[in-house]
């Protein structure tokens, strides 16, 4: 096993040292996060085993901002590998209109992602749960065992804190996002699942690290003006991930959008200039993966972009960013090094910019826990 780094153990590296070093540590709390998985499976698999046992059981991932898109990566694949209703509902939709969101007529187990787990609205969810629906359990996934969500003592709770690397310092959420994602996918997809697989994983994120930052500086420094994301199935839920990354660390200076192949032609399309920077996550999957080369096909023949970049884990024509030995890897683990250029390109970006990537909101509207949300009392 590859030597354990964490950004704790690396030099000062500069204003944006905290950035940089919670993207290149990936590989090691991934690695972290499922050996405190494995070590604490007992007590997992115990809170979980009577409401999987329940036939209509529903299944929310829920969280605000980047904690609201692991459950948009995860719920179509939890979906269709567990064959049950696997749903992505962010906090901050449930807080405005809990009647839309809450079915009291279904035993719900709430999965709450958070990386401070202090934020307003991912408390307050979990409060307006417990009050409206009849029958609820919480599996809380957070970073920090200080936070409010960690606190909760509930018998219809469990509360898993992931490894203290993981409580990314920097304002963007990075090896946080990647490994509350890994860690839900071990527990609804099975520890001993992931056990197999893991060391796969975090070796295609090294693999994509790798000589990485040279080729993310080189892309930052072309006169792209905007950027636009595309992924289809679990890669659209990454490309919104990725179109908020960048559009965090330039400080909304660069105007990004996110699609799926297919859905982009429908309009979307339209806000492609000459000065459009296109990044589409390619799937493995047979079939989805030649919807995604034929996106891919017409826009270098629409010729309009300033550049069209695939991600992808097997060969494409034209200009690529390959994970290399993962061509034979399933989508769901493709999640893991896919974001690592998205995050990298962000990253340099901000640097080119003159942005400090740590706190790159220079007005201080927007911080790393959300402030000033007024929570409003719920009809019950």
Same mark, same amino acid.
């Given at each position: 096993m590859p030597e354990t780094l964490f950004a704790s153990d690396l030099p000062p590296g500069g204003a944006e040292s905290w950035t940089r070093r919670e993207i290149l540590q990936q590989p090691s709390t991934l690695r972290a996060t499922q050996a405190l998985l494995r070590a +604490?499976?007992?007590a997992i698999e115990g809170f979980l085993a009577p409401l999987l046992a329940t036939n209509d059981l529903r299944i929310m991932l829920c969280g605000a901002g980047t904690s609201a898109f692991i459950g948009?990566?995860?719920?179509?694949?939890?979906s269709a590998t567990t064959g049950r209703r696997v749903e992505a509902v962010a906090t901050t939709d449930i807080v405005a209109a809990p009647q839309l969101y809450l079915d009291p007529a279904r035993p719900t187990l709430m999965v709450s992602f958070g990386r401070s787990g202090s934020s307003p609205e991912s408390v307050a969810a979990v409060d307006l749960a417990d &009050? $409206?629906?009849?029958? !609820?359990?919480?599996? !809380?996934? %957070?970073?920090? &065992?200080?936070?409010?969500? #960690? =606190? =909760? /003592?509930?018998a219809n709770s469990h509360v898993v804190v992931l490894p203290e690397e993981t409580h990314d =310092?920097?304002? #963007?959420? %990075? +090896? +946080?996002?990647? &490994?509350?994602?890994? #860690? #839900?996918? +071990?527990?609804?997809?099975g520890i001993d699942t992931i056990d197999a697989r893991v060391e796969a994983i975090a070796d295609a994120v090294s693999a994509t690290i790798a000589g990485a930052e040279p080729r993310a500086a080189a892309l930052a420094a072309q006169d792209f003006d905007r950027v636009v994301y595309l992924g289809s199935g679990v890669f659209q839920g990454l490309a919104r991930e &990725?179109?908020?990354k960048l559009l965090e660390l330039t400080d909304g200076a660069i105007p990004t959008a996110f699609d799926s192949p297919l859905g982009f032609r429908h309009g979307p399309k339209t806000i492609v200039t000459p000065r459009t920077l296109i990044?589409?996550? !390619?799937s493995n999957d047979p079939l989805t993966r030649l919807y995604d080369l034929d996106m891919l096909d017409e826009l270098r023949a629409d010729g309009r972009c300033g550049a069209v970049v695939a991600i992808a884990a097997q060969d494409v024509a034209g200009e690529a960013w390959l994970v290399p030995g993962a061509a034979g $890897?399933? /989508?769901i683990d493709l999640l893991f090094p896919y974001i690592v250029p998205a995050q990298l390109f962000a990253l340099h970006f901000s640097l080119r910019l003159g942005r400090t990537p740590d706190r790159p909101n220079a007005s201080g509207t927007v911080n790393r826990v959300v402030q000033g949300v007024r929570i409003h009392p719920a009809a019950a």
């Open positions: +604490s499976r007992a948009e990566c995860l719920a179509p694949w939890l &009050a $409206q629906l009849p029958s !609820v359990h919480h599996l !809380v996934i %957070t970073c920090n &065992a200080a936070g409010a969500l #960690a =606190r =909760r /003592d509930a =310092r920097a304002f #963007a959420m %990075t +090896s +946080s996002f990647s &490994a509350m994602m890994l #860690a #839900a996918l +071990s527990i609804l997809g &990725a179109a908020l990044m589409m996550f !390619v $890897q399933a /989508d």
